[in-house]
T-cell receptor, first 118, second 109 residues
Framework: GAVVSQHPSWVICKSGTSVKIECRSL??????MFWYRQFPKQSLMLMAT?????????EQGVEKDKFLINHASLTLSTLTVTSAHPEDSSFYIC??????????????FGEGSRLTVL | GQNIDQPTEMTATEGAIVQINCTYQ??????LFWYQQHAGEAPTFLSY????GLEEKGRFSSFLSRSKGYSYLLLKELQMKDSASYLC??????????FGTGTRLQVFP
C-alpha cells in the first residue's frame, strides 16, 4: 500500500529555536498533504492543508507565520515550527491521500513526529 | 458547523463483540472513515463507508446511515491487541478529514 514517511520521529529543542519536520509520499504523488497536531489524550486537530506549488490553507486559529508549510514537490511537504515554545510540544502528524483532490481515497498517515520544547 | 460524537471509553472482554457508535454533523459529506490508533503511534486505516449499509472486513465491520448522521464500528472476536483508540472521521466538504475525540477501547483477558 501507499506509504507516507515522516522525519524526524522525535525532536527535542530549546525554546526560541525552529524545528523542521518532513513528510514524504514514498510511492505515490500527493498534490495535497495535511498536517495534524495531537495533544495527549486529545483528537487529531487539522492544522493546515498543504498544496503543491501554492500556499497552504490554514485552519482557523493556526498561526501561518509560526507554522510554515512548504510543499515544493509532489512527494515532499515540510512543516517548520518557528520560535518554538513549550506549549508547541505535541505530536505532529502528516497525511496524504492517494488520488486527486475531490476524489475519495484512503488517507495515509506518516509515523508522526513528537516535538518536545524545553 | 462540524460535530462528531463518540463515547470516550469502552471496555470489553477478550473474545467478545463490541460496537463503537459515532454520530456526526458536517458541512458536506463524502464518506466516513474509521481509524485505529495505538498510544504514541499514528492512526491506521480500518474502513471507509460512503453508501448506507454495512461493510465487512474480517473481524471488523462498519455501518453507515447518512440520513441519521450515524456510523458504528463493530469488532468481533476481540483480541488484547485491539486495545487502542478508535477514531471516527467523516470526510467533509473541502476534502478535509475531521476526527472525533476517539473512543479508547480496553480489552481485558
Amino acid at each position: 500500500g501507499a506509504v507516507v514517511s515522516q522525519h524526524p520521529s522525535w525532536v527535542i529543542c530549546k525554546s526560541g529555536t525552529s524545528v523542521k519536520i518532513e513528510c514524504r509520499s514514498l510511492d505515490f504523488q500527493a498534490t495535497t498533504m495535511f498536517w495534524y497536531r495531537q495533544f495527549p489524550k486529545q483528537s487529531l486537530m487539522l492544522m493546515a492543508t498543504s498544496n503543491e506549488g501554492s500556499k497552504a490553507t490554514y485552519e482557523q486559529g493556526v498561526e501561518k507565520d509560526k507554522f510554515l508549510i512548504n510543499h515544493a514537490s509532489l512527494t515532499l511537504s515540510t512543516l517548520t515550527v518557528t520560535s518554538a515554545h513549550p506549549e508547541d510540544s505535541s505530536f505532529y502528524i502528516c497525511s496524504a491521500r492517494v488520488g486527486r483532490q475531490g476524489q475519495t481515497g484512503e488517507l495515509f498517515f506518516g509515523e508522526g513526529s513528537r516535538l518536545t520544547v524545553l | 458547523g462540524q460535530n462528531i460524537d463518540q463515547p470516550t471509553e469502552m471496555t470489553a472482554t477478550e473474545g467478545a463483540i463490541v460496537q463503537i457508535n459515532c454520530t456526526y454533523q458536517t458541512s458536506g459529506f463524502n464518506g466516513l472513515f474509521w481509524y485505529q490508533q495505538h498510544a504514541g503511534e499514528a492512526p491506521t486505516f480500518l474502513s471507509y463507508n460512503v453508501l448506507d449499509g454495512l461493510e465487512e472486513k474480517g473481524r471488523f465491520s462498519s455501518f453507515l446511515s447518512r440520513s441519521k448522521g450515524y456510523s458504528y464500528l463493530l469488532l468481533k472476536e476481540l483480541q488484547m491487541k485491539d486495545s487502542a483508540s478508535y477514531l471516527c472521521a467523516p470526510l467533509g466538504g473541502g476534502d478535509k478529514l475531521i476526527f472525533g475525540t476517539g473512543t479508547r477501547l480496553q480489552v481485558f483477558p
